[in-house]
């Protein structure tokens, strides 16, 4: 039989093999974690320092413990000015300003904030955005981006708005400029051509190619009456008018005579192909060719001379007589 201390021993040896075993599995384990930990700590190294985006790793004052950049990432100071100082203190005070700003947003109920400033790197005026993210009570990261393409482009959109802006209001002063001018040049037009009506005597005064006026002044008897039917007749045959304007305004009342004689004026002129605009017919004019029931063809009547004026020179262009 074995000696019972024996015995103890061999099991004693066994179970210190099986935990020496157990502890270099753990060991190898251990090891091979480290490994893969290093190795994805490299490769994520590797990947930041490709990307232009710069990473700063800071306590939640500001003090800057750790950064990765690329070698394209200019950086505004070298490394070894800004560890271990906070960056609220390296960089221009109204950009300090801003990071004081952005960390307490951070270190709010957030956990990040944004911010966008300018620097200047290199003797040129570089825009950044830094994106501030909280990774713990005490630590945050902050992503940088320099972002001066896309914001010289923006002002450049900005700038191209601004001089459209200012090339549409400048042609829309000029186009209201020359309605105006337009305007007031065919007012003055019509009110030459008016006292030049008023001023003549002959009875048919052209005013423009295919438009003649007849202005009454004075009483119309049945003499008048004839004179003035062959007058506008011959008138339009001469001169191939397309528009006959026979102003009332200076024949003070009508009487059965002289209705007649306009209704005639104006039935003539139609058989000839022209129109026939009446102007200037007055109130009491008017009552008094209702009351005698005249008839004027459907003649366009208008209430003065220089209506009928407008009107035949704008119809006039569409309107061309043979």
């Known amino acids: 039989m ?103 947003e951070a270190t709010g109920p957030a956990g990040k904030a944004r911010m966008e400033y300018s620097l200047e790197i290199g003797g040129a005026v570089e825009w950044f955005e830094a994106r501030l993210i909280r990774t713990s009570a005490d630590e945050m990261i902050i992503v940088v981006r320099n972002i001066s393409e896309q914001r010289r482009a923006r002002e450049a959109v900005l700038r191209l708005n601004r001089e459209l802006e200012a090339r549409v209001h400048e042609r829309t002063v000029a186009l209201e400029l020359a309605a105006a001018e337009s305007a007031a040049l065919q007012q003055q ?37 004839g004179r003035l039917l062959e007058a506008i007749l011959d008138g339009v045959q001469a001169r191939r008018a397309a528009f006959v304007l026979l102003d009332v305004t200076g024949v003070p009342r009508v009487d059965t005579v002289a209705a007649r004689a306009l209704a005639d004026v104006a039935r003539a002129v139609k058989l000839l192909g022209a129109e026939l605009v009446l102007t200037g017919i007055g109130p009491d004019v008017a009552r008094t060719l209702v ?22 020179m704008q119809a006039a262009p569409q309107t061309r007589r043979p």
């Not at 006292?195 to 008048?224: F, K, N, W, Y």
């Not at 009351?291 to 035949?312: N, Q, V």
């Open 189 to 225: 037009v019509i009110e030459a051509q008016r006292a030049t009506l008023q001023a003549l005597s002959t009875p048919l005064v052209p005013i423009a190619r295919h438009v003649v006026a007849v202005p009454l002044i004075g009483d119309v008897d049945a003499d008048r009456a």
């Open 2 to 104: 074995e000696d019972p201390t024996l015995a103890d021993l061999r099991a004693e040896n066994q179970r210190l093999r099986t935990e020496i075993a157990r502890l270099e599995r753990d060991a190898t384990e251990a090891q091979r974690a480290v490994e893969d930990r290093l190795k994805l700590a490299t490769a994520l190294e590797n990947i930041y320092r490709a990307v232009p985006d710069l990473f700063f790793q800071i306590r939640v004052d500001g003090t800057i413990t750790n950064y990765l950049a690329s070698p394209a990432s200019p950086l505004y100071v070298p490394p070894e000015v800004f560890l271990g100082k906070r960056m609220q203190d390296v960089v221009p005070p109204d950009v300090g300003a801003l990071t004081v700003e952005a960390l307490a």
């Open 291 to 312: 009351d005698l029931g005249a008839d004027f063809g459907g003649a366009r009547t208008l209430p003065s001379l220089e209506h009928g004026i407008a009107y035949a």
